[in-house]
């Protein structure tokens, strides 16, 4: 039996009038979300969902990634921390969750590559999830940002399905890429409404031959102008790191530039390289270089004050085929923060080369940095930054609500 947050009941649907929905038309409204596991990572889908939460009961379905599964350390955490999610055991799901938000964990096999898993987890999966779902009235949305739902799409009792592409799964490091491109494209093929992320990510979805909205992400502005007060060593561990301290958050993987780093590193006379977040087999010589250290994951809330006592911000990405896809959701954190950014020259940061400094190779990015640790933010690069507050979360979630209950918008609108 699958597990369940918070009280089922609240993802009955409601009267929910919507952005230019008048109150005596407005219908009873829900969502479905399968995503990546609700709190264990600010996602994109996770910002755009708390903002509707106010006005749209939602269930959020966690998957169980979509990753190979293999004989690691990594591996074995996560096989734990799923489990917990299928016991019901508390420590396994966040202590609380927001109003009109239920967390469901279903069982699941944790392979989606050959027939036969895919039969077993189309059966696991619907028979969990059409029993929640078979006793709730009104329009049921069902969004997905993983393409591994593909054979769940027409077997559960919702109206209109929608894929929310955040990245290209068909290019990712360390995926069974040849299965997401399979599931994806079956994922397209069923799909009512079709999201992209970035620009890349829409023209790909084009060769479908359907419309394709852009929606890039958001930031909260205020969340990283106010950092928390300063605290002790043990509740900002970086402290104890020699300074300048040149930053950089999130999944640490083989989408990292060795090579940028290691030019940043034998250019540095001083300071840290600092690497913060969960590690999915990255390249083993990053760890190697001088002046890098590593910190795991840190909850949202910490950030603003890690971005706070940095000096740089950097993104040491490759230029791979996933990184041109990709619409980095720490792009516009970095940029709201009052600090220098130095980052890979990608389709997804060329737009915002007036507030930060792009790099097409090692040495550009050394000397990028360099730069930002002797003379700061310039004053050009803080005023074209203003316009970062007009990307707020509050107005891409409205953007999103009027795509997933398809109100009177036309193809390509939030481009």
Same mark, same amino acid.
């Given at each position: 039996m699958d597990t369940i947050s918070n009280?089922?009941?609240?993802?009955a649907g409601r009267q929910t009038p919507g952005p230019g929905t008048s109150t005596s038309v407005a219908q009873e409204q829900s969502l479905l979300v399968f995503s990546d596991d609700w709190g264990r990572h600010p996602s994109s889908c996770q910002h755009l969902i708390r903002h509707l939460l106010p006005r749209i009961p939602t269930a959020w379905v966690n998957t169980i990634g979509m990753r190979t599964p293999s004989f690691d350390l990594a591996t074995v955490r996560r096989a734990v921390e799923k489990l917990r999610h299928w016991s019901g055991d508390p420590s396994g799901t966040p202590s609380s969750l927001?109003?009109?938000?239920?967390?469901?964990?279903?069982?699941?096999?944790?392979?989606?590559?050959?027939?036969a898993s895919r039969r077993l987890n189309r059966f696991l999966l619907g028979r969990q999830l059409r029993r929640r779902l078979?006793?709730?009235?009104?329009?049921?949305?069902?969004?997905?940002?993983?393409?591994?739902?593909?054979?769940? +799409?027409?077997?559960?009792?919702?109206?209109?399905? $929608?894929?929310?592409?955040?990245?290209?799964?068909?290019?990712?490091?360390?995926?069974?890429?040849?299965?997401?491109?399979?599931l994806e494209k079956s994922v397209i093929a069923k799909s009512d409404c079709l999201i992209a992320a970035s620009e890349t990510l829409q023209q790909r979805l084009r060769e479908s031959g359907k419309p394709v909205y852009l929606l890039t992400h958001g930031v909260?502005?205020?969340?990283?102008?106010?950092?928390?007060?300063?605290?002790?060593?043990?509740?900002?561990?970086?402290?104890?790191?020699?300074?300048?301290?040149?930053?950089?958050?999130?999944?640490?993987?083989?989408?990292?530039? $060795?090579?940028?780093?290691?030019?940043?590193?034998?250019?540095?006379?001083?300071?840290?390289?600092?690497?913060?977040?969960?590690?999915?087999?990255?390249?083993?010589?990053?760890?190697?270089?001088?002046? $890098?250290?590593?910190?795991?994951?840190?909850?949202?809330?910490?950030?603003?004050?890690?971005?706070?006592?940095?000096?740089?911000?950097? +993104?040491?990405?490759?230029?791979?085929?996933?990184t041109r896809?990709?619409?980095?959701?720490?792009?516009?954190?970095?940029?709201?923060?009052?600090?220098?950014? $130095?980052v890979?020259?990608?389709?997804?940061?060329?737009?915002?080369?007036?507030?930060?400094?792009l790099a097409s190779n090692p040495i550009q990015f050394s000397e990028g940095v360099l730069q930002g640790i002797t003379h700061g933010l310039s004053e050009a690069h803080r005023r074209a930054r203003c316009r970062v507050h007009s990307e707020s979360w509050t107005a891409r979630a409205l953007d999103f609500e009027r795509l997933l209950f398809d109100r009177g918008q036309t193809a390509g609108e939030f481009t």
């Open positions: 009280d089922s009941d609240k993802f927001p109003e009109n938000l239920s967390v469901w964990n279903p069982r699941m096999w944790p392979a989606f590559s050959g027939p078979g006793k709730y009235e009104g329009q049921r949305v069902a969004v997905t940002t993983v393409p591994i739902v593909a054979d769940l +799409m027409g077997r559960l009792p919702v109206d209109r399905w $929608v894929y929310y592409c955040v990245d290209d799964f068909s290019k990712w490091p360390g995926l069974d890429q040849k299965t997401m491109a399979r909260d502005p205020d969340h990283w102008n106010n950092p928390p007060a300063s605290g002790s060593a043990t509740a900002r561990p970086w402290q104890s790191f020699e300074r300048p301290l040149i930053v950089f958050w999130g999944v640490i993987d083989k989408r990292m530039d $060795v090579e940028f780093l290691k030019r940043l590193s034998s250019d540095l006379s001083r300071g840290t390289i600092l690497l913060v977040g969960p590690q999915a087999d990255p390249d083993p010589s990053v760890f190697e270089l001088p002046r $890098v250290r590593v910190l795991p994951p840190m909850d949202y809330e910490d950030l603003p004050a890690l971005g706070n006592d940095a000096d740089v911000l950097v +993104m040491p990405y490759a230029d791979l085929p996933v896809a990709m619409q980095p959701l720490k792009l516009l954190e970095y940029l709201a923060n009052q600090k220098p950014v $130095v890979r020259d990608l389709p997804a940061t060329r737009p915002w080369s007036d507030c930060l400094d």
